[in-house]
């Protein structure tokens, strides 16, 4: 159980463009998903929480209009690049948690790779 | 706020061998602490986790991890390792409410035949 999804695996598409990965949870209702960025040989860094229904909190940092999170549903989440540009390219995870009693818990998906041309 | 470090960027171990991922955390309260790995391109894999109880906490694939207090210690452990688990390590640890995690910098593992 506890599985999460992510779509697509891998884009990649020209600077400009706007691109949407989705972060699904498969078997259980997500409380809180996390959205990551990950740079080559890097940790994990998180860039937003987002809660069903309410408006993502982003870290420092991080530009909301840069990074549009919707959370439609309590197995949904997406994260739209908009106007992407090649610094942008990296692995975005997503990771999903179904009780915030539970400290720490969090379910990942596989990554989403992001090449901007 | 809580923290994690992890001070090997690399591990280099031959098949067979012994495996230790080192990770020292700082936390206010009682620590929850965990470990993650990553294979190449993969989302992160749950390894284990310490909340109270037994130091010595075991894990999925013959991972387990020793709680050490007095150290301020969360170490990684594996009694033989397999070119399998050559991958990313992560330890991370818990805010002092809800769900989001701080991870570690990450340890890469390289286990040689």
């Known amino acids: 159980g506890a599985v999460v999804s992510q779509h697509p695996s891998w884009v990649i598409c020209k600077s400009g463009t706007s691109v949407k990965i989705e972060c699904r949870s498969l078997?259980?209702?997500?409380?809180?998903m996390f959205w990551y960025r990950q740079f080559p040989k890097q940790s994990l860094m998180l860039m937003a929480t987002?809660?069903?229904?309410?408006?993502?909190?982003?870290e420092q940092g991080v530009e909301k209009d840069k990074f549009l999170i919707n959370h439609a549903s309590l197995t949904l989440s997406t994260l739209t690049v908009t106007s992407a540009h090649p610094e942008d390219s990296s692995f975005y995870i997503c990771s999903a948690s179904r009780d915030r009693r539970l400290l720490g818990e969090q379910f990942f998906g596989p990554g989403t790779r992001l090449t901007v041309l | 706020a809580q923290s994690v470090a992890q001070p090997e960027d690399q591990v280099n171990v031959a098949e067979g061998n012994p495996l230790t991922v080192k990770c020292t955390y700082s936390?206010?309260?009682?620590?929850?602490l965990f470990w993650y790995v990553q294979y190449p391109n993969r989302g992160l894999q749950f390894l284990l986790k310490y909340i109270t109880g037994d130091n010595l906490v075991k894990g999925s694939y013959g991972f387990e991890a020793e709680f050490n207090k007095s150290q301020t210690s969360f170490h990684l452990k594996k009694p033989s390792a397999l070119v399998s688990d050559s991958a990313l390590y992560f330890c991370?640890?818990?805010?002092?409410?809800?769900?989001?995690?701080?991870f570690g910098g990450g340890t890469r593992v390289l286990v040689k035949p």
């Open positions: 936390v206010s309260g009682n620590p929850y």
């Open positions: 991370a640890v818990p805010e002092a409410a809800g769900n989001k995690l701080t």
């Open positions: 078997d259980f209702q997500a409380t809180t």
């Open positions: 987002s809660n069903e229904g309410s408006k993502a909190t982003y």
